[in-house]
């Protein structure tokens, strides 16, 4: 396998995926706590593709590889430790598969299934770690900002 064919594989099919199971991880936790709306979206540009499935709604774009973002609502909104909730558990669903697919990779080695391993990790550190730069914040952000407020 050369370098361009890994490259396109991870920014095609692992990179979407690792980041759709990221963004599921904030849907789950929103719909724990009842959330009355919630939309996953998927990459940039020209929508592709709605759905809905079971009260999710989904879209893909067409740069589905470019990042995602999931929006909740719920009437009464949602407290402080419900947010802190909701924006931890997308990292922790990569944490949660990067374990999974480090216990797979005691048993067989597999390039694929350790590019999704490097990849979910990167995904987790660089999520929970408080990161804000041009009107863009990562989850750590959100929860340090969610704590700092309670300490005022």
């Excluded at 929508?47 to 009437?75: C, M, P, W």
């Excluded at 997308?90 to 080695?109: D, H, K, M, T, W």
């Excluded at 694929?112 to 550190?125: G, M, V």
Aim: glycine share 6%; net charge positive; hydrophobic share 50%.
């Amino acid at each position: 396998m050369n370098l361009i064919q890994i490259i396109f594989i991870l920014v095609l099919i692992i990179a979407p995926l690792s980041t759709f199971f990221h963004e599921f991880g904030h849907a789950i936790a929103a719909r724990t706590l009842k959330a009355n709306e919630i939309t996953l979206k998927m990459g940039k540009g020209k929508r592709l593709v709605a759905i809905t499935l079971l009260d999710l709604n989904i879209e893909i774009h067409s740069l589905f590889f470019i990042g995602g973002h999931t929006i909740s609502k719920r009437y009464p909104y949602y407290k402080k430790r419900e947010l802190i909730y909701i924006s931890l558990l997308g990292p922790l669903s990569n944490g949660i598969i990067a374990l999974l697919l480090y216990f797979y990779l005691s048993y067989e080695v597999n390039l694929y299934i350790e590019l999704s391993f490097w990849f979910n990790i990167w995904l987790f550190t660089m999520n929970i770690i408080p990161i804000h730069m041009n009107n863009k914040y990562t989850d750590g952000y959100i929860v340090y900002k969610l704590i700092s407020e309670g300490q005022k």
